[in-house]
């Protein structure tokens, strides 16, 4: 059973994470923690010492665990493997750091709106939490059906580094899981198959031997970024190794709606 690690706010993006999870838990078993840490920019001017700081401090923390286990209690997340709710204290990228560095979680879960500015995403892809990030990261940030099936995208140098995260996390889904391999090229118009590919798919096929897991299509294409966005916004999940903001990658991840699991580019599991 895997451990997971899910940061929790009283908002619409950790309901939807909430419930996206449920759904894959009905096929993949975890042991959830969730953890929440306090805005307390939300909360007032921070006294400086004494029991003055520490009243102030114990009332963040009880507020912050009733309004999580309100939150918890609406979407019937206790039905499953999960401790108590952790509220940590800090700055909110290095509390969940640390907490995912010191008890050693298989991932990390959280909710993130999906929106149309590209920023927003370049700026959680640059913060120190995911480029720091030990495990993947799944990003909520659309509630969809698993039926729309699993889609593993990367590059000619980062696609065989994607798939021991897959068959080491998601493999057991009972979807459709679907390859596709982008060449970027900026001068394309339209999107083109390239069919001379074999080195790079017979690679793809060998894993799938290895693993005795089966892909439903293995594409290799060559276009622009935006062309390539199109192929990547109909998905139940979109698993990739974690862009630099600067790539094309991550601009195509950046327009897609799908919830996404960022993979980091070291201790890959084989």
């Given amino acids: 059973m895997q ?16 419930r996206y999870v449920c759904l894959i838990e009905n096929f993949v078993r975890f042991n959830m923690q969730a953890v929440h840490i306090p805005d307390v920019d939300e909360n007032g001017h921070l006294p400086s010492r004494g029991w003055v700081h520490q009243s102030w401090e114990n009332a963040i923390v009880e507020r912050a665990e009733k309004g999580i286990a309100r939150l918890l209690q ?3 997340l206790h039905r499953y493997s999960m401790g108590e709710p952790k509220i940590l204290s800090g700055q909110r990228d290095q509390a969940i750091l640390e907490e995912l560095q010191y ?23 640059d913060s120190d939490l995911y480029k720091n990030m030990p495990c993947p990261a799944l990003m909520v940030q659309n509630l ?37 391999v982008c060449h970027f090229d900026t001068s ?7 069919e001379n590919d074999t080195h790079l798919i017979c690679s793809i096929k060998e894993s799938e031997l290895n693993h005795g897991k089966k892909f439903d299509t293995i594409r290799s294409v060559n276009g622009s970024s935006t062309k390539l966005a199109l192929l990547i916004r109909d998905h139940a999940l979109v698993i990739s190794l974690l862009p630099e903001t600067s790539g094309h990658m991550a601009h195509i991840l950046a327009t897609s709606p799908c919830p996404i699991l960022l993979c980091p580019k070291s201790k890959t599991h084989s």
């Fill in 103 to 125: 008890k050693s979680y298989d991932f990390f879960i959280e909710g993130f709106l999906h929106s149309f500015e590209p920023d927003r995403f370049f700026k959680k892809l």
């Fill in 144 to 180: 969809v059906n698993l039926d729309r099936g699993i889609q593993i995208v990367g590059t000619p140098d980062t696609i065989l580094s994607v798939l021991p995260w897959f068959f080491k996390f998601w493999h057991d889904l009972p979807v459709k899981t679907d390859i596709l």
């Fill in 3 to 18: 451990d997971v690690l899910i940061a929790l706010q009283t908002d619409l993006a950790s309901s939807i994470a909430i």
């Fill in 188 to 194: 394309k118009k339209k999107v083109a198959t390239l």
């Fill in 74 to 76: 609406k979407e019937n």
